[in-house]
């Protein structure tokens, strides 16, 4: 596991935690320098993706991990955490275990699946080969590139650093990571007190993911947002100001 703390020491606690097949140095590339300004962040490398030759084991181990250096380091308390796609995932746990407290967890977008032990691993089976070999070839490489150009708007700089991503970790961990999260349930209506859910909503993902933000957590903060799926780091400023603003304003949210 790797945690880098960077920005504003002096600053609010803000956890960053990257989504499936990622490092926190792709995922949030485009928004550290702005989020540094005015936080003290602990940025996040699970195991399997943090340069070592470890392997992914499984969500909960991981979050096990996450609660020990929070309490080892911070007293067990966070001003907030804010996940990325599969990110929200550990933010939900980590609010829903109650092994430490955070006043504001921030989900970014996530699509919550969950699923049974055959569902779960007839989806890895059809998903993560498509994860870890879109890049084994020039020309694959090269049509990835395109596809996320025009699904997110993204500049050719990000989309090299994007795809490149994906070729570097282990599918091993790649695998463990997608199949787990799929296991790894949530409570319905959690409810901490003192603690805010808010949630990046990306309108164009459809109706059903907001139906279940609200299905999992009591009364969330939901702001919407007309964009693809975590847009907001891939597709410019256009993308990014909008709800780099409304991330100001939920970690100014009474609890």
Not at 129 to 142: H, I, M, R, V, Y
Not at 155 to 162: E, G, H, Q
Not at 197 to 217: C, D, P, Q, S, T
Request: net charge negative; aromatic share 12%; hydrophobic share 35%.
């Amino acid at each position: 596991m790797q945690f880098d703390e960077m920005g504003k020491m002096d600053g609010k606690t803000l956890m960053l935690l990257p989504g499936t097949a990622c490092d926190y140095q792709t995922n949030f590339a485009a928004v550290l320098d702005p989020l540094s300004e005015k936080y003290h962040l602990i940025c996040v490398n699970y195991d399997g993706f943090d340069g070592s030759d470890t392997i992914f084991p499984d969500m909960i181990t991981v979050t096990e991990k996450i609660e020990q250096y929070i309490l080892e380091h911070f007293n067990g308390r966070l001003d907030g955490a804010i996940g990325s796609s599969l990110g929200s995932s550990f933010v939900g746990q980590l609010i829903q275990r109650k092994n430490i407290h955070m006043d504001h967890g921030i989900f970014g977008s996530p699509d919550l699946d969950q699923s049974g032990r055959f569902s779960a691993w007839l989806q890895s089976k059809l998903v993560v080969p498509l994860l870890t070999g879109f890049t084994k070839s020039e020309k694959k490489k090269a049509k990835s590139k395109e596809k996320l150009k025009k699904f997110f708007e993204m500049d050719d700089a990000s989309a090299d650093k994007f795809v490149d991503c994906f070729s570097k970790f282990n599918p091993e961990s790649v695998k463990n990571e997608y199949y787990t999260d799929l296991l790894t349930w949530l409570d319905e209506d959690i409810h901490v007190e003192h603690t805010k859910a808010h949630f990046i909503y990306a309108a164009r993902m459809g109706e059903k993911y907001l139906k279940r933000y609200r299905k999992y957590f009591r009364d969330p903060e939901i702001r919407t947002f007309d964009m693809q799926h975590e847009q907001w780091l891939f597709g410019g400023e256009k993308y990014a100001a909008p709800v780099l603003k409304a991330i100001d304003e939920f970690m100014e949210t009474p609890v």
